[in-house]
């Protein structure tokens, strides 16, 4: 693993149902990125066309996401820059191999035919591992996404080091972070679209700015109790259309390294000392617990403890 290593977050204005002029937009910023000197950028979720499956246009144009990923695997060859396309919904059918061990039935007509799927390219091109969004948001989603159901969570071995992938509403989850820091992970990369519609009309009573605490207070916790980097790249837009933003970067001690502090569309850029993950591991010993055998949690861990200093 590098000491050090350079990482954009992409806070994409995500046009609905424009993939191309998306994607388009998105290789400028990781051009950019790259001509910057870093080693990984990082887009938001649904970032080619957006959430609106109730559209008839919807489902089609998701047919077509492969060609994106080749696309997107050119792309960080060319510019020798490792890339997390955000998330891109596929069908189902194109990944009957990676089938979800969830209840649903083969051939089950009223299952889900779509999924929202996240990658890791490495900067030679090489697609080095991907995942499948597991906790899905509302009714909306449950409807149209399969989630990856009971499948562990896994750790991709990368330039970087070991890193995780999770996505949106993953972030809310304690469990899925401890797995993924039980198997080494040391950067835990979250692509994301949230609204300030994830907090409900009594939510904005409380607080009108209740989204924007609920993102800080869980990315900063997330990053002190894993003693992880946590990479998070939320969709932008303009104002008062009813994005967050609020892409950053964050580490244990330091908090946000960088952090867009509105919702306009652009890209944030910071430098990670990777030693100080060791650091606060040497203080707070949180995967050193997690690999202790009289662990008192040692029971809700699915998958085994390996080494606590993140090597594959």
């Not at 424009?18 to 938001?44: M, T, W, Y």
């Not at 979800?100 to 299952?111: F, L």
């Not at 946590?230 to 837009?237: E, H, K, L, S, T």
Request: proline residues 8%; neutral net charge.
């Amino acid at each position: 693993m590098p000491p050090y290593c350079k990482i954009a977050v992409i806070q994409l204005y995500v046009k609905p149902l424009k993939p191309a002029d998306n994607f388009s937009r998105a290789v400028q910023f990781i051009r950019e990125a790259a001509a910057q000197g870093c080693h990984l950028a990082v887009l938001p979720e649904f970032h080619l066309t957006n959430w609106i499956p109730t559209d008839p246009r919807f489902a089609p144009l998701c047919n077509d996401w492969e060609s994106y990923v080749h696309r997107y695997q050119a792309l960080a060859k060319e510019c020798n820059i490792c890339i997390v396309p955000g998330s891109i919904v596929r069908p189902v059918s194109a990944t009957s191999q990676e089938a979800s061990t969830s209840s649903t039935e083969p051939g089950d007509k009223s299952a889900p035919a779509l999924e929202n799927v996240t990658f890791f390219i490495s900067n030679t091109g090489e697609i080095l591992g991907s995942y499948v969004k597991k906790n899905l948001w509302g009714p909306t989603e449950r409807a149209y996404l399969r989630s990856s159901g009971d499948k562990p969570h896994q750790v991709i071995s990368t330039p970087l080091g070991p890193v995780g992938l999770l996505v949106c509403w993953d972030l809310a989850f304690p469990e899925a972070w401890r797995e993924l820091v039980s198997q080494g992970a040391k950067i835990i990369i979250v692509p994301t679209l949230w609204t300030r519609s994830g907090a409900s009309d009594a939510g904005h009573r409380q607080n009108p700015s209740a989204p924007s605490l609920f993102l800080d207070s869980i990315l900063t916790a997330r990053t002190f109790e894993n003693t992880c980097a946590v990479v998070f790249a939320n969709a932008g837009g303009p104002p008062g259309r009813n994005y967050c933003g609020l892409s950053q970067i964050n580490i244990p001690y330091a908090g946000p390294l960088v952090r867009l502090g509105t919702s306009a569309e652009g890209m944030g850029v910071a430098t990670l000392d990777l030693e100080v993950l060791e650091e606060a591991e040497a203080n707070y010993n949180i995967r050193k617990d997690l690999e202790d055998p009289s662990w008192h949690y040692r029971h809700t861990q699915r998958v085994p403890a390996k080494l606590s200093k993140g090597k594959l």
